[in-house]
């Protein structure tokens, strides 16, 4: 039931802005853009969310398209520890509903 | 950020035993609890979903009668693994979500089942 559609795998020079894209074509008004990601062998880590504007955390940066149908999560400066799955995940703003994991963007920082 | 903890980590285990894994919200109260499971080098897959007090609702596939769900508090969810065959050892990993409007998930760190 994921909504989403990720490139399989990416790599990034260490030190280099990681931009991982993510189509979501189908998104409702309602619906989020959740970004997690998961280090081998552990629980998914949150790293960001938007409705319609670009956000900005302490771990990265989201850029949504004004019409909402793709998104790219920008790592500034990554490091060998972001060697991850990157997923994007669409879901509505209610309580309650499910996250449906695609296949996510297996992203590999290259020294 | 929140905190939720899974217990145990890790599980070996003889084919036919039960065997429960517990997840606490360890900061908050976690209004829905979720449950996934993970193959090696597959996503997560959604088991069901479970509500304080109430039924949890299974995803098509999974058997309802065999990853038993309780969620008797709104801390602590527990999945217990019926009869485990060898086709159950997997990663399981619980969510939980505060409730408020944009409902981040916060995950645990995962239980490791390895079924003999």
Request: glycine fraction near 6%; hydrophobic fraction near 30%.
């Given at each position: 039931?994921?909504?989403?559609?990720?490139?399989?795998?990416?790599?990034?020079?260490?030190?280099?802005?990681?931009?991982?894209?993510?189509?979501?074509?189908?998104?409702?008004?309602?619906?989020?853009?959740?970004?997690?990601?998961?280090?081998?062998?552990?629980?998914?880590?949150?790293?960001?969310?938007?409705?319609?504007?670009?956000?900005?955390?302490?771990?990265?940066?989201?850029?949504?398209?004004?019409?909402?149908?793709?998104?790219?999560?920008?790592?500034?400066?990554a490091?060998?520890?972001?060697?991850?799955?990157?997923?994007?995940i669409?879901r509505?703003?209610?309580?309650?509903?499910?996250?449906?994991?695609?296949t996510?963007?297996?992203?590999?920082?290259?020294? | 950020?929140?905190?939720?903890?899974?217990?145990?980590?890790?599980?070996?285990?003889?084919?036919?035993?039960?065997?429960?894994?517990?997840?606490?919200?360890?900061?908050?109260?976690?209004?829905?609890?979720?449950?996934?499971?993970?193959?090696?080098?597959?996503?997560?897959?959604?088991?069901?979903?479970?509500?304080?007090?109430?039924?949890?609702?299974?995803?098509?596939?999974?058997?309802?009668?065999?990853?038993?769900?309780?969620?008797?508090?709104?801390?602590l969810?527990?999945?217990?693994?019926?009869s485990?065959?060898?086709?159950?050892?997997?990663?399981?990993?619980?969510?939980?979500?505060?409730?408020?409007?944009?409902?981040?998930?916060?995950?645990?760190?995962?239980?490791?089942?390895?079924?003999?």
């Amino acid at each position: 039931d994921a909504k989403t559609t990720q490139p399989t795998s990416m790599d990034c020079a260490e030190g280099r802005a990681a931009n991982l894209p993510c189509n979501h074509s189908t998104i409702s008004g309602n619906e989020y853009v959740y970004w997690y990601r998961q280090i081998h062998s552990q629980g998914p880590q949150y790293i960001i969310h938007g409705l319609k504007n670009n956000e900005t955390n302490e771990m990265a940066s989201l850029i949504i398209t004004e019409d909402r149908k793709s998104s790219t999560l920008i790592l500034p400066h990554a490091t060998l520890r972001d060697t991850a799955v990157y997923y994007c995940i669409v879901r509505p703003t209610h309580t309650g509903n499910q996250f449906y994991f695609g296949t996510g963007t297996s992203l590999t920082v290259i020294p | 950020g929140a905190v939720v903890s899974q217990h145990p980590s890790w599980v070996i285990c003889k084919s036919g035993t039960s065997v429960k894994i517990e997840c606490r919200s360890l900061d908050f109260q976690a209004t829905t609890m979720f449950w996934y499971r993970q193959f090696p080098k597959q996503s997560l897959m959604l088991m069901a979903t479970s509500n304080e007090g109430s039924k949890a609702t299974y995803e098509q596939g999974v058997e309802k009668d065999k990853f038993l769900i309780n969620h008797a508090s709104l801390t602590l969810s527990t999945l217990t693994v019926t009869s485990a065959h060898p086709e159950d050892s997997s990663f399981y990993i619980c969510s939980a979500t505060r409730g408020r409007p944009t409902g981040e998930l916060f995950f645990g760190e995962g239980s490791r089942l390895t079924v003999l």
